[in-house]
């Protein structure tokens, strides 16, 4: 059963789960999928299959006449999935066919046909194995019994982790059809399956992490979903796994990573080393300046992850990282078969990009080949994967190539001289051309790009800074276009993926303030206006926007699945209620009479939304302490009075009652916690010259007098107030029940703190702002009102037939 187990838990996707036709519903898939299960139990595969074949065909002729979607319709679906990196790419785009998926008789030049087609690209970069030089062999012998972990390495990755792992992956489905999102489903939404679901995971990956595996039961889940993507010119190839396989590889490396990294060392910095590309850049850039340095090697690999030897490279990470070596000998033993428009291309040698193992395999694999080359010559050598760097005088730098080109072809790694660059200062360029004659490799006196920073003179550093920012302006500038319609996706991007972007490049580059006016302009007077709707802001508004968004719904990805999605007035409404701008087309009164002011729509109890506010905010709380505490009851009455003393300002009234009320909240499990909501508009004229926090303590305070007197010595009981501000903010109080709801709903669902609380805060962050601009927006009476008429005096006048039957 192990030789097949795998395999059938990877096709039952494909055979169960396809929907009948694209109008199918949920009463139809449910009846469709009890039959193919019975089909599946009794064996019918061909059947399936059959099945299977033909909706795919339909689907596949359907497809054809798909329009192309409009670039803001797609920038705006990939935003409110989560999908930052798509919606960039939607972006960078302008027309250019750089990084699109290519179908496999596409011909690699347009120009040159000769050249040959996607297929035989993919062919080329998929070579067989290379023989194994036993001379560059760490592992001579058989290792001994002691050379293997102990299972107890691996007892860490249980079901926890496993839940933990996928909700951080995202990405598109392997073979078997079911992405990221699916398995997060499943892995959550389900309970005691769920729980099963990811103990079963940890049972297989603690299997491939400290056994020796039959490579026929794995050879489904090692399968990947292979795509091609435009290089311009050339093709790359990335193969996209099942999501099983890629979440046993991260679970693994959460325990192996330490492992990986105590064997590189500072010798090859892919193997998750924090800043490890900007420590790479600034030591490059420190060296290059001493006097005592005459030139700077950049050396490009040609097809390096997939060209390296991997039997070689198998034995001596099983010698190097014994730990980690069984887990990557279970997966690249044997042929891995890559899927692409109906073919199969085996992966015989090196590592699937897209793999979550293949830089960590890759970064101990190129160790030993790094010690042999500080044997050839005496230079800095700086390596990230198979970029690699050296620096040094310019006879010892030409040893360095001549032993990188001899002794890389072992290992996988062949240095395209076509690609390198040799950096030299100006007065040794022509001793540079001399001692590199005949190698292929480019000398140059300007500068070079290193991992995305400029390495070099000063007016190539500003020439490649001037060309980065003028990138970046058009990027935004499309953004600024998006932003009018959809100012909350506009932002999110800017902030979850523009901003990250420019963040990594100020870190590993010095830019002057001068080379950043016309992208700050930008920001200032387009951007900002698109987001807000404001026209202008002056000095201090721009610095506020400049602050922080910690624990603010700003700061959350506008997914339309968790209801943190925004239409552009609700945004630019919540924007101006956070930062006391003016709303915009307010009418000039109310229907009472009064003017109309967003303090005064907040308070105004006509159309009831005040009291909707609070009867919501109240139900989302007891909701969620419905899933962690016992006996939750809404708006409990109060014990009435029978002579007990209070304070004055304590509610006396025999029906007063609070909010909530629940059992065991604060550890005492026979105590019982009440709580009481209340929204506060901290912009109000009462909070007049009062900070944000002394609005909180004086409504906290208020709430305090008005009931934890009675509660205390009536109901032996405690209260804690709720209080909240418009713009989505919590009281400290606040704060500290919802840090305890989570902290308890960490510990009974077995789930991460931190998590939890962040979308917590999240949740009742836009409950309340959307409670918030109903209460300013909605409409508080009718501006039509149909006259009513008595149905049977209509029938009579209208001399309507009696039309019935029965």
Same mark, same amino acid.
């Given at each position: 059963m192990e030789s097949i187990a795998l395999k059938a838990a990877c096709l039952l996707p494909l055979l169960v789960l396809q929907? !009948?036709? =694209?109008?199918?519903?949920? =009463? $139809?898939?449910?009846?469709?999928?009890?039959?193919?299960?019975?089909?599946? =139990?009794?064996?019918?595969?061909?059947?399936?299959?059959? $099945?299977?074949n033909t909706i795919q065909r339909q689907f596949r002729y359907s497809s054809c006449n798909v329009k192309k979607t409009d670039p803001l319709q797609l920038f705006t679906r990939f935003m409110f999935h989560g999908k930052v990196r798509s919606a960039l790419r939607v972006l960078n785009e302008n027309g250019s066919k750089t990084?699109?998926?290519?179908?496999?008789?596409?011909?690699l030049s347009e120009q040159n046909p000769s050249l040959g087609t996607v297929r035989d690209a993919l062919y080329n970069k998929h070579p067989g194995p290379g023989p194994v030089s036993p001379s560059h062999c760490l592992l001579t012998t058989t290792p001994p019994s002691d050379h293997d972990p102990h299972s107890v390495t691996f007892q860490q990755i249980d079901g926890v982790m496993i839940r933990r792992t996928i909700m951080s992956m995202d990405g598109a489905a392997g073979p078997s059809g079911l992405d990221v999102s699916y398995w997060k489903k499943m892995c959550t939404s389900f309970k005691r399956e769920s729980d099963e679901l990811c103990n079963s995971v940890a049972c297989v990956a603690r299997k491939m992490c400290s056994q020796y595996l039959d490579p026929s039961g794995l050879e489904a889940l090692l399968a990947s979903r292979l795509i091609a993507l435009d290089k311009n010119p050339g093709v790359r190839p990335i193969g996209i796994g099942e999501v099983c396989r890629r979440l046993i590889g991260k679970a693994a490396l959460c325990v192996l990573r330490q492992d990986v990294i105590d064997v590189t060392g500072s010798r090859q910095l892919c193997a998750g080393q924090k800043s490890a590309c900007e420590s790479i850049v600034h030591s490059v850039r420190e060296l290059y300046d001493n006097d005592e340095t005459e030139g700077l090697l950049c050396v490009d690999a040609s097809n390096a992850f997939n060209s390296l030897n991997r039997g070689l490279a198998l034995r001596n990470i099983l010698h190097l990282c014994p730990s980690f070596g069984r887990l990557l000998i279970n997966t690249y033993r044997f042929d891995n078969h890559l899927f692409i428009d109906g073919e199969c291309i085996g992966s015989k040698e090196g590592t699937t990009q897209g793999d979550p193992l293949a830089m960590s395999?890759?970064?101990?694999?190129?160790? !030993?080949?790094?010690?042999?080359l500080d044997d050839v010559a005496t230079v800095y050598q700086l390596w990230y994967?198979? *970029? %690699?760097?050296?620096?040094?005088?310019?006879?010892?730098?030409? =040893?360095?190539?001549?032993?990188? %080109?001899? /002794?890389?072809k072992h290992y996988g790694y062949f240095p395209n001289a076509s690609k390198s660059v040799l950096l030299v200062k100006e007065e040794s360029y022509e001793r540079a051309s001399k001692v590199f004659e005949g190698s292929g490799i480019v000398v140059r006196t300007d500068g070079v790009r290193l991992l995305g920073s400029p390495i070099g003179s000063k007016s190539f550093v500003d020439g490649f800074i001037k060309d980065t920012v003028d990138k970046w302006l058009l990027d935004l500038k499309v953004l600024c276009t998006f932003a009018e319609s959809q100012p909350q996706a506009a932002y999110a991007a800017f902030t979850h993926g523009l901003f990250s972007r420019w963040t990594y490049f100020f870190r590993s580059c010095d830019v002057p303030p001068d080379h950043l006016i016309a992208l700050d302009e930008m920001i200032r007077l387009?951007?900002? !206006?698109?987001?807000?709707?404001?026209?202008? /802001?002056?000095?201090?508004?721009?610095?506020?926007?400049?602050?922080? /968004?910690?624990? %603010?719904?700003?700061?959350?990805?506008?997914?339309?699945?968790?209801?943190? *999605?925004?239409?552009?007035?609700?945004?630019?409404?919540?924007?101006c209620i956070r930062y006391g701008w003016q709303l915009q087309n307010l009418p000039s009164s109310c229907v009472c009479d009064s003017p109309f002011t967003v303090d005064h729509a907040l308070s105004c109890p006509m159309g009831r939304f005040p009291t909707l506010r609070h009867n919501e905010l109240r139900d989302l709380t007891a909701s969620l302490l419905d899933d962690v505490c016992s006996n939750v009851s809404r708006e409990p009455p109060l014990q009435p009075l029978l002579g007990e003393s209070i304070t004055a300002s304590t509610v006396d009234g025999d029906e007063a009652c609070v909010d909530i009320a629940v059992d065991g909240f604060w550890e005492i499990s026979h105590q019982r916690a009440f709580f009481d909501v209340s929204v506060v508009n901290p912009f109000s004229k009462s909070y007049k010259g009062l900070t944000l926090p002394a609005v909180y303590k004086k409504v906290e305070n208020r709430k305090k007098r008005k009931y934890d007197d009675r509660i205390r010595n009536v109901k032996h009981g405690c209260f804690s107030p709720l209080v909240f501000s418009i713009n989505g903010g919590l009281a400290p109080v606040s704060d500290t029940v919802f840090r305890r709801i989570a902290l308890i709903t960490s510990e009974k669902q077995n789930k991460p703190y931190s998590p939890l609380i962040n979308f917590i805060r999240c949740k009742l962050s836009f409950s309340i702002l959307r409670l918030t601009i109903r209460c300013i927006r909605g409409t508080r009476k009718s501006l039509y009102r149909p006259s009513v008429y008595d149905p049977d005096v209509a029938l009579s006048d209208g001399h309507i037939i009696n039309c019935d039957h029965n």
């Open positions: 929907k !009948p036709h =694209k109008r199918s519903k949920l =009463k $139809e898939h449910c009846k469709i999928l009890e039959r193919r299960l019975v089909l599946w =139990k009794d064996g019918m595969f061909q059947d399936l299959l059959k $099945e299977g990084g699109q998926p290519l179908s496999l008789s596409s011909p395999m890759y970064a101990v694999a190129s160790v !030993p080949l790094i010690e042999e994967a198979d *970029d %690699a760097s050296a620096l040094g005088s310019l006879n010892q730098l030409r =040893k360095w190539w001549d032993g990188i %080109a001899t /002794i890389g387009r951007f900002i !206006p698109a987001l807000s709707g404001k026209q202008a /802001i002056n000095d201090l508004e721009r610095d506020w926007l400049a602050l922080p /968004i910690r624990h %603010a719904w700003l700061s959350a990805l506008p997914l339309a699945d968790h209801g943190f *999605d925004l239409h552009k007035g609700s945004f630019r409404d919540s924007v």
